[in-house]
């Protein structure tokens, strides 16, 4: 099947042509699309040197720092202009090995509207994370399937691939989320229009270089968002139910 990569990048010059080569010896046949924020670093021309190396490249530059949401949006509606059939997300920091595409992208071919390389199923790992960081992400992502009804163990997980025909179901227009929240909105999109979701296990590593783009700011945002949805989805399910 057609296969797009999407990198979203701002500030990886270290770590972009790792990347990039690690995804081309994995999924040889696939395309990639690096969707970078103008970053001051040099990443872009950095892509575009290897993408010419490698072959199959492609530098989307956007005119400033947009957020990881924006950028997806972005890349995915690249993509389906294009006729790719898988959509992968993937980061640049070296967190998500690409070793482990083949198996994502396996699934999505055999039926999966949504792959989730998922840290919390048997197998799954992080590896670089302090105690109290994955104490946090991990009851994050339970109350969030709580609150969502989702039935999922890693909702947040940015590892993904998506269906192309799943994305034109949501609608990409209407996602309106961005970073930690943008993760868990297109999961809960995706589920409620009755798509079916497979976990994958991988291991997370944390970025060995540069900071990270998460903020405890976006991450409450999100959890306000999680909440502001499932009290809605209950007050319209009693609604319903009276009716």
């Known amino acids: 099947m057609i296969t797009l990569v999407v990198v979203p990048t701002y ?28 970053s001051p670093d040099g990443t872009a021309d950095t892509a ?3 993408g ?15 957020g990881l949401g924006s950028a997806y949006l972005d890349g995915f509606r690249h993509g389906l202009e294009q006729g790719a059939e898988l959509l992968v997300e993937i980061d640049a920091d ?13 699934a ?3 039926g999966a509207h949504l792959v989730i390389g998922s840290r919390y199923v048997p197998g ?3 590896t670089g994370w302090s105690r109290r960081r994955r104490w946090l992400s991990r009851w994050g992502n339970r109350y969030v399937a709580v609150a969502l009804g989702l039935g999922l163990n890693d909702a947040t997980a940015g590892y993904r691939v998506y269906r192309a025909d799943a994305l034109r179901r949501i609608g990409l227009d209407n ?5 930690y929240g943008f993760q868990i909105e297109m999961t809960y999109r995706l589920v409620k229009d009755g798509g079916r979701v497979v976990e994958i296990p991988v291991t997370f590593a944390d970025r060995r270089y540069g900071d990270s783009k998460m903020s405890s700011r976006i991450v409450l945002e999100a959890l306000v968002l999680v909440t502001v949805w499932g009290v809605r989805d209950v007050v319209m399910l009693r609604r319903r139910s009276l009716s």
């Open 108 to 110: 999505a071919a055999h």
């Open 11 to 38: 500030d990886e010059a270290e770590t972009i042509e790792t990347l990039l080569r690690g995804v081309r010896a994995a999924v040889p046949h696939a395309d990639i699309l690096v969707v970078d924020d103008a």
């Open 124 to 126: 799954g790992q992080i």
């Open 94 to 106: 070296l967190s998500h090995d690409p070793a482990a595409l083949p198996e994502l992208l396996s």
């Open 52 to 66: 010419k190396e490698i072959g199959g490249v492609e530098v989307l530059r956007r005119a400033g720092k947009g």
């Open 48 to 50: 575009e040197i290897v």
């Open 175 to 179: 996602i309106r989320s961005d970073g």
